[in-house]
């Protein structure tokens, strides 16, 4: 384990966001005025319209959000009156409001030179100060205000800001002092404290804390702890033993004291404690999962840095595993080590089998394991693992589409249209919409192929408003209602939508063409088959596509083209009756013609 930093880290404030946080406590808006029934101007003379006045019409105006109109107003009476110190101010916050800092300044500051205690002045100075990043001279207005109110924690705690994030340490230490005097709880600035000795070197200052509090606070070990990490810093090893051995009498399995012996063991050479302190800290039930991640990380950066065997630390979390099994993520940790190594696929595989054997709510595993099942077509592992999820996860969506597909493969569409019901039932409420959607266009395939068109006509009206951008829900709701030959005009709008989203769409051009030769639009239906026949889409063409393109060509009297098309469809699905019935058709009724024409001119001749 490396060495326990003596210090959390320097607490350093959130700055600005602190400062804004407190702002409101400190730079109040001035006295609302509110617009009276009776207008003042009608009852003032000219003479008698001063500073003042203008002053208390800029603030009704600001009041109803007309501040360019309030701005205004306050020039007229600063005009009058450059050092009515009350519009400066409010001239100021309004510009401060307006994040226009650098033009408030000077007003604000003028405004303090002629009232210099009055506290809303001092705040929106201090405030400005700090906008336009001048952090000291801010710091000059709040200790004034402090020196006006010195037991108002909201204005020391944004000096203790402001001398934190400027590195003052006297002047932190000051005020650290005057927030415990205002009554703030001392072990909230301990850190504050310890960390400014530290920027002072003042060696001196740190011990005494750090001893007066493990003093103080002797039923809290973790103060004695950080006195003995202290001293093993400042290289004084058997002081820093003593302390440790105050706290072994106290709390002999305190995690942080664990921690400091295996390092004070091997500062001093003790190899052997040091050995049996860390496999404590690693292998004890008693021992926080936290603590254990703390020393295996350091034991990874030894090994990285060492560049020893990427998998030498295995053998490590396997025994972790061991002796608290029921700690999951230790399981967990070995499987992002085993990725993080880029370990052998089947050393990762078997290790999730494990652990999914020990926690079978691991979805992520179980997904993966799942989805490793279906790419080397071993459907009987991924629907056991997807029925698994479903047990343990029952709100995981995953799981339900995968056991929903195997059905489908199995032509049960019945088994299949249960288990979707059972994922959208079960869907959590903040699931995503437009998986849900998906869910209910694959909801209404299915209860299409059960001949059930009213319910997959309801299930499409709720896929394509949970998933707007899903076109192949439009496209099938569109198809389907043409097949049955619904409403034509609705399956034509439904469509439409498909082809202009996905205009290169073989699908989706063909039913759209289809829709239109059913509404007898044969010339517009040409336009769109013979875009889905492009040379470009050879290899997405289909025996249904040919077999719309025969119709809308025999519809436009075109019966050699047409019969050419339903040739072709023919030849990809030889068992399709309907299209050799069409041919036929054709063809006898090619031949009457032709037979007619002859009969035609053997009379002329």
């Known amino acids: 384990m490396k060495k326990h930093s003596l210090l959390v880290g320097t607490a350093l404030v959130v700055f600005c966001f602190f400062i804004k946080a407190v702002l409101?406590?400190?730079?109040?808006?001035?006295?609302?005025?509110?617009?009276?029934?009776?207008?003042?101007?009608?009852?003032?003379?000219?003479?008698?319209?001063?500073?003042?006045?203008?002053?208390?019409?800029?603030?009704?105006?600001?009041?109803?959000?007309?501040?360019?109109?309030?701005?205004?107003?306050?020039?007229?009476?600063?005009?009058?009156?450059?050092?009515?110190?009350?519009?400066?101010?409010?001239?100021?916050k309004l510009l401060v409001n307006?994040?226009?800092?650098?033009?408030?300044?000077?007003?604000?500051?003028?405004?303090?030179?002629?009232?210099?205690?009055?506290?809303?002045?001092?705040?929106?100075?201090?405030?400005?100060?700090?906008?336009?990043?001048?952090?000291?001279?801010?710091a000059e207005m709040f200790e004034k205000m402090v020196a006006l109110r010195p037991?108002?924690?909201?204005?020391?705690?944004i000096l203790?800001?402001?001398?934190?994030?400027?590195?003052?340490?006297?002047?932190l230490l000051a005020v650290l002092d005057k927030m415990e005097a205002a009554g703030m709880n001392d072990e909230e600035m301990f850190l504050d404290r310890l960390n400014t000795y530290q920027w002072l070197d003042n060696e001196k200052g740190a011990y005494a804390l750090l001893e007066s509090y493990a003093r103080k606070y002797s039923?809290?070990?973790?103060?004695k702890v950080m006195l003995g990490n202290w001293l093993m810093q400042k290289h004084r090893p058997k002081q820093a033993y003593k302390v440790y051995q105050e706290v072994q009498k106290i709390d002999p399995q305190n995690e942080n004291l664990l921690g400091a012996l295996y390092d004070y063991y091997v500062e001093t050479g003790d190899s052997v404690k040091a050995k049996e302190t860390q496999q404590h800290l690693l292998f004890s039930e008693s021992v926080s999962y936290e603590t254990k991640l703390s020393v295996f990380k350091n034991l990874l950066a030894d090994a990285q840095k060492n560049k020893q065997d990427s998998l030498m630390l295995l053998p490590l979390i396997n025994k972790m595993i061991?002796?608290?099994?029921?700690?999951?993520?230790v399981w967990l940790l070995r499987g992002a080590y085993l990725q993080l190594q880029k370990a052998p696929d089947t050393l990762q595989t078997q290790a999730m089998k494990e652990a999914l054997t020990a926690f079978p709510d691991l979805d992520d595993y179980r997904m993966e394991l799942l989805q490793q099942a279906a790419k080397?077509?071993?459907?009987?592992?991924?629907?056991?693992l997807a029925i698994g999820g479903i047990k343990n996860s029952p709100q995981s969506l995953g799981f339900y589409y995968f056991h929903a597909m195997?059905?489908?493969?199995?032509?049960?569409?019945?088994?299949?249209?249960?288990t979707l019901l059972s994922a959208v039932k079960n869907a959590p409420e903040t699931a995503d919409s437009a998986v849900i959607g998906d869910f209910y266009a694959l909801i209404g395939d299915l209860y299409h192929e059960l001949n059930e068109s009213d319910k997959a006509f309801g299930a499409y009206e709720i896929a394509i408003k949970k998933n707007p951008n899903n076109m192949s829900s439009f496209n099938n709701y569109a198809y389907f209602l043409s097949i049955e030959r619904g409403d034509l005009a609705k399956a034509e709008a439904l469509s439409r939508v498909a082809i202009e989203k996905e205009p290169n769409s073989v699908t989706y051009l063909d039913t759209y063409a289809w829709i239109l030769f059913l509404q007898k639009k044969y010339d517009k239906a040409k336009e769109y088959i013979d875009k889905a026949l492009a040379p470009e889409h050879k290899d997405d063409i289909d025996n249904t596509l040919l077999d719309h393109a025969g119709d809308i060509y025999m519809a436009l009297k075109q019966p050699q083209e047409a019969i050419a098309f339903w040739q072709k469809s023919l030849s990809l699905e030889p068992n399709n009756a309907d299209v050799l019935s069409k041919i036929q058709q054709a063809v006898v009724g090619q031949n009457k013609k032709q037979v007619k024409k002859n009969k035609s001119y053997t009379k002329k001749k």
Do not use: W
């Open 406 to 418: 195997t059905f489908v493969r199995q032509k049960k569409h019945k088994e299949a249209l249960n």
């Open 376 to 384: 080397s077509d071993n459907e009987a592992l991924a629907d056991s």
């Open 219 to 223: 039923d809290k070990v973790d103060y």
């Open 24 to 92: 409101p406590l400190h730079a109040q808006r001035a006295k609302t005025l509110k617009e009276q029934t009776v207008k003042i101007d009608s009852m003032l003379l000219p003479s008698e319209k001063n500073a003042s006045y203008y002053f208390i019409q800029a603030v009704v105006k600001a009041n109803t959000n007309k501040e360019d109109s309030a701005l205004l107003l306050l020039d007229k009476a600063l005009a009058l009156d450059a050092n009515n110190d009350a519009a400066l101010f409010y001239k100021a």
């Open 98 to 138: 307006s994040n226009k800092d650098s033009l408030a300044l000077p007003l604000i500051e003028k405004a303090v030179q002629l009232n210099p205690k009055n506290n809303s002045y001092l705040s929106l100075l201090g405030m400005t100060y700090i906008a336009v990043k001048q952090p000291l001279k801010a």
């Open 322 to 329: 061991a002796s608290t099994p029921a700690e999951r993520n």
């Open 160 to 171: 203790r800001a402001i001398y934190t994030q400027t590195s003052r340490g006297k002047e």
């Open 151 to 157: 037991s108002d924690l909201q204005i020391l705690n």
